[in-house]
């Protein structure tokens, strides 16, 4: 079955020590979108990679950065987690063909900062 | 400063009944609405949406309605079942711009 992947589920990281949360996908959809979603919270856009451009949201943090090396792989670095970063993290994947169209999801890295 | 708003965090309804889930938006350039579903330890996934130029769409047992006026869109399921219990999120989108804006989530429980 075609899928968006997350690992891993659960990550538990230092304060300050930098962490990588990766995504895959099957789909081979042209967009990838990070989302940060806390506890009781709507799910944040960080960013989205339409293809090899990057889209960064006007609010998201610089600690938050986004890799995408191909088309099915896509990763995002906190470089100095803080408490305030515990969250879900959501992948989510599109077919590039127009805005608002359906994002496939996937079920999410929760983080976990000590 | 929330665009999308699911004022009630929990619903509970009675199999066989209809559930209502309500969902308010401010931001009038919001053209496309969806609705996605939540199961517990999963990522969303997609259940309906509607184009602005709509006022319904029915699929099954879900339908959505839109009111562009009154800026209020409102997801009926029916009849309701056991494994319709999730959370479910309103989202929004605004014309030529990939960002959805999500509402908070509605926590459905459907009593056997």
């Not at chain 1, 099957?26 to 889209?55: E, I, R």
């Not at chain 2, 665009?3 to 066989?16: C, D, I």
């Not at chain 2, 869109?73 to 959805?100: K, M, R, T, W």
């Amino acid at each position: 079955d075609a899928m968006v992947i997350q690992n891993p589920r659960y990550q538990v990281t230092q304060f300050g020590k930098p962490v990588t949360l990766s995504c895959s996908q099957t789909l081979n959809h042209n967009v990838m979108y990070w989302y940060q979603q806390k506890s009781s919270q709507a799910p944040k856009l960080l960013f989205h990679y339409y293809d090899k451009d990057f889209n960064n949201e006007a609010d998201t943090p610089d600690n938050f950065q986004s890799r995408r090396p191909n088309t099915s792989f896509c990763f995002l670095d906190i470089r100095s987690p803080g408490l305030g970063d515990a969250a879900m993290y959501l992948c989510a994947t599109s077919r590039g063909g127009t805005p608002g169209e359906t994002q496939y999801f996937g079920p999410g890295t929760r983080l976990l900062v000590l | 400063d929330q665009q999308v708003k699911q004022n009630s965090p929990s619903l509970s309804v009675q199999e066989g009944r209809i559930s209502i889930l309500n969902c308010d938006y401010t931001n009038s350039m919001f053209d496309y609405f969806l609705w996605y579903k939540k199961y517990p330890a999963e990522g969303p996934t997609f259940l309906i949406s509607i184009s602005s130029i709509k006022d319904k769409n029915e699929d099954g047992r879900f339908t959505v309605f839109l009111n562009k006026s009154a800026k209020h869109l409102s997801l009926h399921i029916v009849p309701s079942q056991p494994g319709d219990s999730a959370v479910y999120f309103c989202a929004a989108n605004e014309a030529g711009s990939y960002q959805l804006t999500f509402g908070k989530g509605t926590k459905l429980s459907v009593i056997p």
